[in-house]
Each structure stands twice: as C-alpha cells, then as structure tokens.
C-alpha cells in the first residue's frame, strides 16, 4: 500500500514538473477578435465610405492575417478586394497604419525592402490595427476611395464605433 502511494505522489510530481516545463515553452492569447465584431467592423467601414461617397471594399484579418470577414460595395472595383486584404494584413502583420509604413519607407529608401517581405504586404494608406486593452487582435483594410487617407478615414471610423 506504501509503495503505490509513493508511486502515485512521485507520478503526480512529474507531472506538475512537465506541466510547469510545457507552460514555459507556450503561450495563451486571450483577447480574439470575434467574427460578429469583424462583421461589425466591415459594416461599419462601408457605411462610412458610402455615406462619402466612395465604393470600397473591407477586408478583417486576425492578428495572425487570416481573414475573418469581407464586403465589396457592389459598386467597388475588382482589385479593391485584394486591396483591402493586403491592406488588413499589412497591419496586422506590422501593426502599424499602413499610410505611415508607406511615408517611412518613402523618406528612408533603405527600408524599401519591406515592400518585398511577403506577397500579402501592400504599403499604401488604409490599413488599420484594431486593438483591445492594448492588445493587437486584428487589422482592417480598406481599398478603394479616391486615396489612401480616404480608405484610411473610413477604416478609423469602424474602428472608434468598435470601441
């Protein structure tokens, strides 16, 4: 009877040792953005472009740059969808406006090479990270207001509706 108590304590030390080893190698991301909110944010964004006057698309990534929701005003170009999905992706990715990756690259020429990173990047203005309690969840792109500080606008106005 001894010997299995013993055993079972040295098991569950093990145990509570391997599990202490395992939680030091990972990591537990608690803040996600929902789909309902991405949906929100899309809806939101294209409202504000429509109420301009501007046929866009939007594209919500994740933090990771899987896309979560999209909308195309039917009005929006074909290449506004792509747009807006690099542009979302951009700043989830970099986490930073897009429209100020841009300029930096603009005004320090050495760093142009972060154009080329990824095929997913796009550096224009209109890409926006979304955060929550200071936490970056998301990115949202939009693509296809007559510039960049236009899409910018109505992705700013999604996201302060958001919050």
Do not use: W
Not at 24 to 32: E, P
Not at 149 to 154: E, F, P, W
């Amino acid at each position: 009877m001894q010997s299995k108590l013993t055993f079972k304590m040295a098991l569950a030390g093990l145990t509570l040792i391997a599990g202490s080893a395992m939680a030091a190698n990972t990591t537990t991301q608690t803040t996600l953005l929902t789909t309902d909110a991405a949906v929100q944010l899309v809806n939101d964004a294209l409202q504000s472009c429509r109420a301009d006057g501007y046929a866009v698309s939007v594209s919500v990534v994740d933090r990771s740059g899987n896309l979560i929701a999209m909308a195309r005003n039917e009005m929006a170009g074909p290449h506004t969808i792509s747009s807006s999905y690099q542009k979302a992706f951009t700043a989830a990715s970099m986490g930073q406006d897009t429209g100020k990756l841009a300029k930096v690259i603009a005004e320090k020429p050495f760093l142009e090479g972060l154009r080329d990173m990824n095929d997913n990047l796009l550096m224009l203005p209109g890409g926006l990270p979304v955060s929550v309690d200071g936490f970056r969840v998301a990115g949202i792109g939009v693509g296809g207001a007559p510039g960049g500080h236009l899409d910018a606008k109505c992705a700013q106005d999604a996201i302060a509706k958001l919050k």
